[in-house]
């Protein structure tokens, strides 16, 4: 048998992914979670901090529940649940850094939880930061920026 | 050549070595699974009271080893040979498991295949001479599984339909040169097959082919027919791999579907324990068959079975740098008299 024959009969075994369900599972958490942090940002606001400021804060009380739920266990249950629609939002990527960092903790604090922390979120951080150089770039010699 | 190698791959032992005993350790999910009866220990802390996976899976071991020694009447010092085999790197698991015993040990390496790997090797200690008893036994633990092959236990993602969930785990048997039945009758030594797979999360696919290549290699070695197994118990293809296996043997004129189980579809109760495809690793079959099946082949329900336990033997590396997955499979025929 060739592999490409083999490659078809897999297809036909291999239960697929759920895609809809999980798009509408990930769409109600993830529009929760951002439900929640604009709840979070409107108080704040409230309270007279400004715009900025409530933005800064809204971001860091998120993060600081994502590691709280990560540390308790439950973030990977609401993450098996919802899929993308709890890793995209700030939540996710606390937990993308808080979870290696709980995992690698036998390994010490510099080999396990400092070199290990960042080994999920890492990529992210590169290609995002460089994205956004990219963008600033364009924006600097297009867009009129000065 | 020499007698006892017959046809493309096969062994047939001249003095079948006995399955003196046998012991299964296991963790609290496999505890709480259909064959919950059949383990030895089933301990309720994944940790084993050990301060990390590692040392868990490693107390497995030892205390796997230990008891199927002691069911026999044995101490460690009366074993000439340790093999084992897990999924850690640097096969830690078993090592740090053996290294109070001070015995001659083999490292092995099969993935999850190491129980039979063990198997063979250690028949082939015995029936070679070289020994009268060898200690035959396979690791695996979730957690440390997940760590060395995939994600954090705590990132929040979700598993792949086709992905298992490897077992928590350790079986050990004594095999011993003389004793009583069940005996190793003959063996099929598995090569490594790549079909081209290179979905890590369907790794039943990526095994199929070669649980296939040396099922039909044993039958034509040994001039067998499916009907000859009572059972033909595979490793940890799951139920994806399974389908195939059976699916690939048929294109060759052999039915297996009346015979064939899977460890890691027996293991685990697949929907209320949510392992999507099965269990896997190298405890699936290594527990199953020194709980389960080695209890059956005891009271003669099961006179005659084929063990083939399965393992993938990619490396994580290998995978990032786009290799597709190769297999392998030991078949092991067991027989109660």
Known sequence: ?146 | MSLKFVGEASVRFASPPSILTAAAVVGPKEGEGPLRDYFDVVSQDVKFGKETWEQAESEMVRQAIELAVKKAGLTTQDIQYILAGDLLNQNSGSVYGVRSFGRPFFGLFGACSAMGESMCLGAMLLDGGFGEYVIAAASSHFCGAEKTFRFPLELGTQRAPTASWTVTGDGAVVLAAKGTGPYIKTATIGAVVDMGVKDANNMGAAMAPAAADVILKHFRDLDLTPDYYDVIATGDLGEVGSNLLVKLIQQDGYDIKARHVDCGLLIFDQQAQDVHAGGSGCGCSAATFAGYFYAKLKKGEIKRMLFVPTGALHSVVTVQQGESIPAIAHAVGIAGE
């Open chain 1, 1 to 146: 048998m060739d592999k490409q024959t083999y490659a078809d009969m897999v297809k036909a075994a291999s239960p697929p992914t759920a895609v809809f369900g999980n798009c509408v599972r990930a769409f109600f958490v993830g529009g929760g979670i951002c439900v929640l942090g604009q709840v979070l940002h409107d108080a704040f606001l409230g309270t007279g901090l400004a715009r900025d400021d409530a933005g800064l804060v809204t971001a860091a009380v998120l993060i600081l529940l994502a590691v709280l739920l990560t540390a308790l266990g439950v973030y990977e249950k609401i993450g098996k649940f919802a899929g993308a629609g709890s890793i995209v939002p700030i939540t996710g990527f606390a937990n993308s850094v808080a979870a290696p960092a709980i995992e690698h903790k036998k390994e010490g604090l510099v080999l396990g939880v400092g070199a290990k922390m960042f080994v999920i979120a890492g990529p992210v951080l590169i290609y995002g930061i460089m994205a956004s150089v990219v963008v600033g770039l364009v924006y600097y010699f297009v867009g009129g920026g000065s």
